[in-house]
């Protein structure tokens, strides 16, 4: 069973849509859950950091841990052009070592 | 806005040769990490570093592996006999003391092993 599960997508919405972004994972030991946003052939950029569970809100973005369900979800409002990237979920226990899931690709057109 | 670096941006490397990756982590930060993202797979953890050691390895992170803080700025990872899967981006990350978890990351060397 693998750590941490996501959506390959592509995932396509028209400009102004709310986008929900999922990931998966089997160890209830996470504690530190984190979302990245990565252009092609570029760094991941840290959008979300959420310790433990619960919602946390950033502008546009929102992120939500279950942990009973083991799933985490990001939200993004009024999407834009320019949010059309991969979208990483990245799951630690320690807060160190991080494991990604593979990414969703977001497209959002004008 | 402080932020990671990395050079080279790319680099070519023959089969068996020894490759040093440089990373400048961001300044005040103490916990410093690599990670590689083979072309269409995720992000994988390599190694993580703190206080001048290893503080956790991956199985990746095999002896033709090591890592190295040289002075106060810069971060290495050396790959002493490459192959030709060990093509692929990778990427150091930073961390400050506080917020475990919130890395950033640099743009990343793509290496390439022919």
């Known amino acids: 069973q693998k750590e941490v599960e996501q959506d390959p997508g592509p995932l396509s919405v028209p400009e102004g849509a709310i986008v929900s972004l999922n990931c998966t994972y089997s160890n209830s030991a996470f504690q530190y859950f984190m979302w990245y946003r990565q252009y092609s052939r570029k760094g991941p950029e840290l959008l979300m950091y959420?310790?433990?569970?619960g919602n946390k809100e950033d502008g546009r973005f929102t992120a939500q841990v279950d942990k009973s369900s083991k799933y985490i979800s990001l939200f993004i409002r009024d999407s834009q052009p320019s949010d059309s990237a991969t979208y990483l979920c990245?799951?630690?226990?320690?807060?160190?070592?991080?494991?990604f899931g593979k990414g969703t690709s977001l497209l959002v057109t004008p | 806005e402080p932020e990671v670096t990395q050079t080279p941006s790319h680099q070519v490397t023959q089969m068996g040769q020894e490759v040093i990756l440089r990373c400048v982590p961001i300044?005040?930060?103490?916990?410093f990490y690599w990670y590689r993202q083979i072309l269409g797979q995720k992000v994988e953890f390599l190694v993580s570093?703190?206080?001048?050691?290893?503080?956790?390895k991956s199985e990746i992170f095999d002896d033709q592996f090591s890592v190295e803080r040289p002075d106060g700025s810069n971060f290495t990872l050396k790959i002493r006999s490459t192959k030709l899967e060990d093509s692929a981006m990778y990427f150091c990350a930073s961390q400050g003391g506080a917020n475990l978890g919130t890395q950033y990351f640099g743009p990343g060397t793509r290496l390439t092993v022919l």
């Open positions: 959420t310790y433990s569970s």
């Open positions: 990245a799951i630690s226990n320690s807060g160190y070592a991080l494991n």
């Open positions: 300044s005040n930060h103490l916990y």
């Open positions: 570093f703190y206080n001048n050691e290893i503080s956790e």
